[in-house]
């Protein structure tokens, strides 16, 4: 096989090292080959990119496994055609394995252009991924957090989370704060209550007499302290995301008008897929790469597990969830798609379609910059008339007979 690419590199990157393997020579010839290593620190990947550069390199290679690869491809960033391939896809063949074998390896792949290049989002939509994703991990955190605290509460007896919808609200807030400061008096305390909650006085102050202890307050200062430093993060963050936001709002308007998806969702599908479709071939092979499509694997005819496939695990979160919103929406074809899904396959399978559906409509409002177009929820009723019908008439034509068709009046 004759090899594409003149001058190439494949790196093995590592925690603490880098080895490069530079292939240079015609596609029908023997190419030469010169091997070296480099630490990781900037300085070292700044002199890898100048000896490249000197060797009129034009394509380097590398796996994406962790994170090792990120800094390389941010020093590397426009000075190279840049592949970041699947690892499993460059799995070397059994034998000798070493960090030199495994760059000459890669080299050899991107030298015959065997390795397709993994979706790197461009600068702009990386930094805006990182913010979305650390906001989602403090949401988590704040999640985990106010469970440790309902959890502390119940051991010394105390039942606001059986009386009031929302502890963490202005009235519960006030109750546990008072708890905090030594308070035992449950009838002081359920007149902190506000709004709604006044009508529940006499059950707060019975789900307020509990066994307090000194260990207990302790706790719950450090837990409330905690909460308040996570929800300063946030809002610090939700800031700097709208100013990086604010190019794309056109983008997330459209994409808000998708049932089950808001604000928040939009910006995080734009911050994991970007808002140039054109790195994609069509939205099935969106919907692929994001692992919300089933998987295809046959063999002799003989089709196994279709299981959905390996894929963003972000975005997936981020449509499920949006899928199970949709199923709520009423007078919307995705809800009513759902519910059928859901009495022949199951909740989850369900879920995971219309999340599916929602990718694709959102990589064609992307794609075209177009709005949304609702089908309804009597859509599929008259998709599955008309099927009907037409199967009728063609079983009467095969009987011999010719068939035309009226509307009934009513």
Request: proline letters at 3%.
């Amino acid at each position: 096989m004759d090899a594409i690419i003149e001058r190439c590199c494949g790196l093995d990157v590592h925690k603490k090292t880098i080895v490069a393997c530079l292939l240079i020579g015609q596609g029908h010839q023997r190419p030469k080959k010169e091997i070296r290593t480099f630490q990781t620190v900037t300085k070292e990947l700044a002199a890898m990119k100048d000896w490249l550069l000197s060797q009129g390199c034009t394509h380097v290679g590398m796996e994406s496994t962790g994170v090792y690869w990120k800094p390389v491809f941010n020093i590397l960033e426009g000075f190279f055609e840049i592949i970041v391939g699947n690892a499993r896809h460059i799995k070397n063949v059994p034998g000798r394995k070493t960090d030199v074998k495994d760059s000459e390896w890669i080299a050899q792949l991107i030298r015959h252009g065997l390795i397709a290049k993994s979706f790197v989002p461009p600068k702009p939509i990386r930094e805006l991924r990182d913010l979305c994703r650390y906001r989602r991990k403090l949401i988590e955190s704040r999640t985990s957090e106010r469970n440790r605290l309902l959890k502390l509460l119940e051991t010394a007896n105390i039942k606001i989370a059986s009386v009031a919808t929302d502890v963490f609200g202005a009235s519960g807030t006030n109750m546990i704060k008072a708890i905090i400061e030594g308070s035992s008096n449950p009838q002081e305390m359920a007149e902190l209550a506000k709004g709604r909650l006044r009508s529940k006085l006499e059950h707060l102050e019975l789900a307020l007499e509990g066994t307090v202890e000194q260990h207990h307050r302790s706790l719950l200062k450090l837990q409330m302290n905690r909460l308040r430093h996570i929800e300063k993060d946030i809002q610090n963050l939700e800031r700097t995301l709208t100013e990086r936001l604010s190019p794309y709002q056109r983008q997330i308007q459209l994409l808000d008008e998708i049932p089950g998806v808001d604000t928040l969702t939009a910006s995080a599908i734009i911050a994991e897929i970007g808002t140039d479709m054109t790195v994609f071939k069509t939205p099935h092979h969106l919907a692929a790469w994001a692992g919300v499509c089933p998987g295809n694997n046959e063999s002799a005819g003989k089709r196994s597990s279709g299981r959905s496939r390996k894929g963003n695990i972000h975005l997936q979160i981020v449509l499920v969830e949006a899928a199970t919103s949709a199923a709520k929406k009423k007078g919307t074809y995705l809800k009513d798609k759902f519910f059928r899904l859901k009495a022949r396959r199951g909740y989850k399978r369900a879920a995971m379609a219309i999340a599916h559906k929602i990718l694709v409509s959102a990589y064609h409002i992307l794609a075209d910059d177009c709005s949304y177009r609702e089908l309804g929820e009597a859509y599929l009723d008259q998709q599955d008339k008309t099927r009907v019908t037409n199967n009728l008439v063609r079983r009467l034509e095969r009987l011999g007979y010719a068939v035309s068709i009226e509307q009934k009046v009513a």
